[in-house]
């Protein structure tokens, strides 16, 4: 955890634009960090989206046994990602605290999203973020808000899972995992943005601290997963 001091930062977060933040190139080291926290969690949902894409395709030939057993697969490595990810947003949230010069955020937008809940947080979000005074808050809130969405987004997609898996409104289930897939792709280029803002308000003398923090997240309570059935979707 960061000393509990505030540090200096020239420039106001007002006067940056997230979409610059994120075209501009970091420094060499935060480029390192920012790397290699964001490619692991593109291996995890590339695996995650191999194995229901394989699903998908083994329902469309009938395999629907098949199916079923690589759709349970996808929805073990997405909990997997979406723990990373919720514990990454809390410990941002937190360290967030500690920069004097807050990130430049902009809020959610419903139109990335499908699904009528994860709408309904982003347009949570823009709401707070035009009543809320502060980057620092706006940013927080935004954090807290994505990963509450993920959250919610883990859980039913292991639900729509589970119904597949024994054979309980299959072709609704089915559809809904599409959604909730594409509804967590938008969550996760979300995360990343935050992270490369919040990497470029923090000074370089922090990023050991950041990088400890960041490899050793707050823990969270171990959730146990349904123990899904092999009857076939």
């Known amino acids: 955890m960061f000393p509990r001091r505030h540090f200096q930062r020239k420039g106001s977060s007002r006067l940056r634009r997230v979409s610059d933040d994120w075209i501009r190139a970091l420094p060499r080291e935060k480029d390192e960090i920012f790397t290699g926290i964001v490619q692991h969690w593109e291996r995890a949902f590339a695996m995650s989206s191999v194995a229901l ?4 395709s083994m329902r469309a030939r009938g395999e629907l046994v098949c199916a079923a057993q690589q759709a349970e697969l996808s929805a073990v490595l997405l909990g997997r990602l979406s723990l990373s990810l919720i514990s990454f947003c809390d410990s941002l949230a937190a360290l967030n605290r500690y920069i004097r010069e807050a ?13 009528a809940p994860a709408q309904k947080a982003a347009d949570w ?7 809320v005074f502060g980057e620092r808050s706006r940013f927080t809130n935004k954090l807290k808000i994505l990963s509450e969405t993920i959250g919610w987004l883990d859980r039913e997609f292991q639900g729509a899972v ?12 089915w559809m809904r995992l599409d959604s909730f897939h594409y509804d967590f792709t938008t ?8 992270l490369k803002s919040f990497l470029r308000a923090l000074p370089p003398d922090r990023l050991a601290w ?5 490899q050793n997240p ?7 997963r349904p123990r899904f059935s092999r009857v076939p979707a």
């Open 187 to 194: 969550c996760l280029r979300e995360t990343e943005i935050v």
């Open 103 to 115: 990130p430049a955020v902009e809020p959610l937008k419903a139109e990335f999203f499908r699904g």
């Open 53 to 56: 894409d394989d699903a998908l």
């Open 162 to 173: 589970e119904q597949i898996s024994n054979a309980a409104q299959p072709s609704a289930s």
């Open 218 to 224: 707050p823990a969270k309570p171990f959730r146990l």
């Open 125 to 131: 979000n823009a709401f707070l973020h035009h009543v």
């Open 210 to 214: 950041f990088s400890a923090a960041a």
